[in-house]
C-alpha cells in the first residue's frame, strides 16, 4: 500500500495550488486522510484532516484559505490552497489510516506517509 501526492510547484504570494494523494494497494477501508507540511528547521506540523465521514479539520495557521476533500471511491483526498503566503512554504506530505489484511490474513491498521511535494511560495 502506497500514497502518492503530486501538485506542489513555485507560486507566487496570494496565487492558489491544488495537492492530490492517492492510495494505491490492497487495503480494506480507509479512515482518516489529511496533510502535514515541515518547513526546514521547523517540526511537521498538521495542515488539514478530512475523517471517513467528510468532516474536515484544520490547522490554526491555514484556516479559511486551505479546504480538504475526499473522494472515497478514487481513494484521494485534495488540499485546494488559496491565498497562499510565503510562510505556506514547506514540504507537505500526505497520510492516511487506514485497514488492511497482513500476510496472515489478520486485520490490522496502519499509518502511511506519501513521498513530499514541494510547495514554494515566493513573496
Known amino acids: 500500500v502506497q500514497l502518492q501526492a503530486s501538485g506542489g510547484g513555485l507560486v507566487q504570494a496570494g496565487g492558489s495550488l491544488r495537492l492530490t494523494c492517492v492510495a494505491s494497494?490492497?487495503?480494506?477501508?480507509?479512515?482518516?486522510m489529511g496533510w502535514y507540511r515541515q518547513a526546514p528547521g521547523h517540526e511537521r506540523e498538521l495542515v488539514a484532516l478530512v475523517l471517513v465521514t467528510g468532516r474536515p479539520m484544520y490547522g490554526d495557521s491555514v484556516k479559511d484559505r486551505f479546504t480538504i476533500s475526499r473522494d472515497n471511491a478514487k481513494n484521494t483526498v485534495y488540499l485546494e490552497m488559496s491565498g497562499l503566503e510565503p510562510e505556506d512554504t514547506a514540504a507537505y506530505y500526505c497520510?492516511?489510516?487506514?485497514?488492511?489484511?497482513?500476510?496472515?490474513?489478520?486485520?490490522?491498521?496502519?499509518?502511511?506517509w506519501g513521498q513530499g511535494t514541494l510547495v514554494t511560495v515566493s513573496s
Open positions: 494497494g490492497s487495503f480494506i477501508r480507509i479512515h482518516d
Open positions: 497520510t492516511a489510516n487506514l485497514s488492511r489484511l497482513d500476510t496472515d490474513g489478520r486485520l490490522r491498521e496502519d499509518g502511511l
